[in-house]
Every structure is written in structure tokens, then in C-alpha cells.
């Protein structure tokens, strides 16, 4: 093989830690950036973006379009963006200063929204009660403080 057609910037982050070395390679032919811009704003940017696609096809199930019908996967597709939408805005807005602030989705769904309650109906209301041992209990409160806050949107005229 042989060498490329012009001249383009490597930059090298070398990571050396207890467990070894870790060398950082990136290839560009961007001339402005500083170096820690290049690999911080970009390649961490590409990465982190990678981490998203994959929350969304593993944690929400969007990889499973195997219907025939292309409306049956696109529809699926689009719950599953909605799901990550709606997740990624809470963990964003209402999980800060918890533990679940930087929680993949998968946890957010596990530890907030698969829980055994118990439900009693009222003529006015629904209570629910958690269980004595619940170890969410008191981001749930949290959650369901501000989610209460938030004001309605006005009706439709």
C-alpha cells in the first residue's frame, strides 16, 4: 500500500496508568483546532454520541425491527426515540443531584419505573404506596415534587 495523498495531523493522547498504557490516536486534516479541542470537543463529542445510539438500541429496544411492514419499524423506531427523548430530559432536568443523574436508562427504568405498588382508588384520587424497603423512595419524592410543579399546558382553544 501506499502513503496518503497529502499530509494530515495526528494527535496523540498518551494515557499511562496502573493497568498500562493507554495510547489515543487521532487523524485529521482540521489545522485550527488546538489539540485538546480536536480530542476533547470531537473525538469524546463522536464517542459520547455512540454511547447515546447504544442506550437507545440496547436499553429501549429500537434495534428490534424485524417486521415485514416498514410502518410497524418506523413506528417502533419513533417510540423508542420518544422513550429516550423523555428519559434523557428527565435525567437532565429532575435527576440532577441524585444518584440516578448519570444513570444509563436502562438503571433509570429499573430502580424508577418498574416497581411493585401498591393502588387504591378513590373517587378523587389514586394513592400509591411503595414498599417499606424501597431504596428510590426518596428520589421518587423528589421526582414527583417537581414533576407536580411543573405547570400545565393551557387547553387547546
Known sequence: MGSWLKAYRVV?????VALGENPRYLVTSLTDPTPELLYKDLY???GQNENFI?????DL?????SDHAFLANHLRMFYSSAAYTLIHSLRENTLVH?????????SIILKLFKLAVRV????????LSLPTACPMKGVLARVTELLYLVPRPPAPA
Open 120 to 127: 387504591v382508588q378513590y373517587k378523587d384520587r389514586i394513592k
Open 44 to 46: 469524546c463529542a463522536r
Open 98 to 106: 441524585t444518584k440516578l443523574a448519570k444513570a444509563q436508562p436502562v
Open 61 to 65: 429496544a429500537s434495534d428490534r425491527t
Open 54 to 58: 447504544k442506550a437507545v438500541n440496547n
Open 12 to 16: 496523540v493522547k498518551a494515557v499511562v
